[in-house]
């Protein structure tokens, strides 16, 4: 049997979300398509900045066509390269902003 990571708090805080909308209604979607963001995308690539394997404060905001695309494609590859980073990026943002 294959051990995950701990998925510590599956469901989000309610800090945790009002970030996720933050992101959402501030900033287009993260893979430079120029369309809107629709939803927030959790990282699938590690980071030293994430704690758990399904980390609530490292997520991109994506249009949900693209988030379809990335998750048909089943990595953060091509266009969706250096999620984990800009990830980190928008977790620092929002804790500099008093999001998290
Ligand atoms: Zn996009
Ligand atoms: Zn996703």
Known sequence: MVRLKARYNP???AQEKAFHLWLIESFPCAC???QASTLVHHVLASH???RWRRDHAMVVPLHWTCHN???AKGSETGKFAGMADKAAQ???MGIEEGKL
Do not use: S
């Open 11 to 13: 469901k989000p805080t």
């Open 32 to 34: 430079g398509c120029g």
């Open 48 to 50: 030293p900045a994430k």
């Open 69 to 71: 695309a990335l998750h």
């Open 90 to 92: 928008f977790r620092q």
